[in-house]
């Protein structure tokens, strides 16, 4: 392990988060209520979580996110927010992914379709952009989120996504988790208004592959700005399988790929937002 740095298991094992700095807020859309975990001041970003839910490394994240002056709404599409990424293996781990693979609400399974999630999405950045001000909103999915942060943008409040390793649809490499006419409204969207969208995989990921990216590349030339991290970036401990960009696999140092990605983020909601 390189000298200074906190190795991914001695992360893992620290106490609970207890998001005490975040306020718990339930947010209904069209009869869908949920909770969204709400902390800071400025212009809104929404902080959507990797499987299996708000770990202490997503809520890390959004913290810095917060901390660069953005009011974070983070809400729990799934899991028990808080806790440990170690405590998350085995049967609790398998049962989340199950039920959300299972659910209508984000057809896991079915390309060209982002679900019916992305509405009750569209409908938080509605509400984030009116309460936060500012020029508009960020999104940021990771993971089995990592696609929604893109069909966001058919809300027009959204001007900042970032799709961290998009793993839906989880059978088709290849596949766009948004529908093609959806696809091509945020596309002409973004040519209008010179818009682009930021997207992270590590170059060995086997739940998000350069097939994903080739096509959003092919759908979206130049507005889809890609960055694959080479393997040995990644936190110790992560060579089975690099995956999680700037959470569970992020090493937390100066000139670190996974800690230059996180500021290049924040840098672009600022940029955007700001």
């Not at 569209?122 to 952009?129: C, G, H, I, N």
């Not at 682009?196 to 097939?211: H, I, N, P």
């Amino acid at each position: 392990m390189r000298e200074g740095v906190e190795s991914m298991e001695e992360f893992q094992a620290r106490e609970r988060d207890a998001l005490q700095d975040f306020v718990a807020r339930d947010f209904a859309f069209e009869g869908n209520c949920k909770v969204v975990l709400v902390s800071g001041k400025g212009p809104a970003v929404i902080v959507m979580a990797e499987m299996p839910g708000i770990s202490p490394e997503v809520a890390r994240f959004a913290r810095w996110v917060r901390d660069a002056g953005f009011t974070v709404y983070m809400p729990v599409l799934f899991g028990d927010p808080g806790r440990p990424i170690m405590a998350l293996a085995g049967l609790y781990s398998l049962g989340v992914i199950v039920k959300a693979c299972i659910s209508r609400e984000f057809h896991a399974f079915r390309a060209n379709s982002s679900g019916p999630i992305a509405q009750w999405l569209r409908a938080l950045a509605r509400v984030a952009f009116a309460e936060s001000g500012g020029k508009g909103v960020g999104a940021i999915g990771m993971c089995f989120t990592g696609n929604f942060a893109l069909s966001m943008m058919l809300e027009p409040a959204v001007l900042a996504p970032v799709l961290s390793q998009p793993s839906l649809p989880v059978n088709d490499p290849a596949g766009l988790h948004i529908a093609p006419e959806e696809l091509q409204a945020v596309k002409a969207r973004m040519d209008a208004e010179d818009l682009s969208v930021l997207a992270y995989r590590f170059s060995g990921d086997a739940f998000c592959k350069a097939a994903r990216f080739d096509a959003y590349q092919a759908a979206l030339g130049d507005r889809f700005i890609p960055v694959v991290l080479d393997d040995a970036s990644a936190a110790p401990g992560a060579a089975s399988n690099p995956h999680s960009v700037v959470t569970q696999h992020l090493i937390d140092k100066a000139g670190e790929p996974t800690r230059q990605a996180v500021d290049d983020i924040i840098a672009f909601f600022v940029r955007r937002l700001q």
